[in-house]
């Protein structure tokens, strides 16, 4: 689902509205809202009124997604930044002119970069923001990253997992009840989940909603994946977590960097909408392993670049490290929309983790364009920690005035994927 531009209803036909966001003139249908007046607010998707809203809402509607920073004199903005940001609308920019773009501290300049990026996100994808439901299903984890709360020689937390049938019903509901078009079914690597068991939840899920479907369940062979495609699954949120070897290798006991290359290469040529990107301020993290990573996302051939901040997690061998910079992720965040600028850049809830409410409006303003929502059912929420008090938005505003009508979300999200779900 996706939030749009409130617009104002400017004058009234039998079946049809004329409405103003703010740039742009159109004529609606009603569809099925009645009892408008001229100077109601509305939600509408391309054809077709879909909410009427409060003019308050409509308000902090507009300023979550479409207000700016008020952009500094272009005196106070560093030069050689103000020279990158521009050859980076004709050019892809090199690994060094990345670099020197996440080495910028300076405030003038860093809004700069935010507002260029939310610039560039305003024009190659719709004024929108789109909506993801996740589904934490097993906290059981075969691994042991030194970072994640889930690791294998945890037990802080009682360890859950969802009975297929659960999983199923959970996903039907938040598609027909709620309105949302993906989903993120996440676990940790657990084998409980066999091959047969996940193709018939995944086939179960496609035969009885229609939704776009990601998997985040880690570590499985090619053929698993080949055939979890086949069962209706169209993407996967397999994160590379850094692209350095040493870091890869030091933060994942076991595990080889290239044997994570080689698979999520793989899942490309199945087909897969590949979700991937790494974690911002583990230990001994450098600018250019930042650099690197954002590189490997555009290399990867990603639709949806994923990078989070580091938090810290009780109970693993990180607890008591810092987390990640927050300016760090929306530099990383920033630079991508400048690399891949027709990409859906999504806020991550570690990020809303370390900022709170304001972090959403934060990432929104650098580039930003989407959203997680943590639809685990709450008797299972807590015991799902890959980090500590990690964000939860109990009232999901965003969900009540985001496109439940069916059809057009599904058209758009088709759109910009390239295939039907
Ligand atoms: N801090 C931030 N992100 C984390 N993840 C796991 N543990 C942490 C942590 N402590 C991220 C990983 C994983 C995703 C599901 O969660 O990048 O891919």
Known sequence: MCLTLPSKVISLNE????????????????????????????????DFLINKISEAEAKEITDLIWS????????????????????????????????????????????????EANLR???????????HG???????????????????????????????EEIIEETVKAVEE????????QSGDDAFYTKEKLVYLIGEIKKRTRVFLYLSIG?????????FKEAG????????????????????????????????KAMKQLGYVIATGSIIGLPGQEISDLANDIFLVKELGAFMPSFGPFVASHGTPLENKDSGDSEMVLKVMAIMRFIMPASRIPLTTAYETIRGEAGRKEAFLAGANSLMFNLTPDKYRKNYSIYDNKFYDAERKIEKWSLFKGETSYQMLEEEVGFKI
């Open 68 to 115: 700016n920073y008020e952009v500094p004199d272009i005196n106070e903005i560093d030069q050689r930044a103000r020279e990158i940001m521009a050859a980076s609308e004709t050019r892809e920019i090199t690994r060094e002119e990345v670099e020197y773009l996440l080495s910028v501290k300076d405030e003038k300049t860093l809004i700069a970069l935010y507002s």
């Open 15 to 46: 079946d049809s509205v004329e409405i103003f966001d703010g740039r742009r003139q159109k004529t609606v249908l009603l569809g099925s809202l009645e009892a408008l007046k001229v100077g109601d607010w509305v939600l509408s998707s391309d």
């Open 233 to 264: 699954a169209n993407g996967v949120l397999y994160r590379f977590e850094s692209s350095n070897q040493q870091l890869y290798e030091a933060m994942h006991p076991g595990k080889k960097l290239a044997d994570r290359l080689e698979l999520l």
């Open 219 to 227: 570590d499985r062979t090619v053929e698993e994946y080949r055939v």
């Open 134 to 164: 996740i589904i934490e299903f097993s906290s059981y984890c075969a691994n042991n990253c030194l970072y994640c709360g889930l690791r294998r020689d945890n037990d802080c937390r009682e360890k859950y997992r969802m009975e297929p």
């Open 121 to 131: 996100r305003k024009r190659f994808v719709k004024d929108h923001v789109c909506v």
């Open 178 to 185: 709620r309105g949302y078009k993906i989903i993120v079914l």
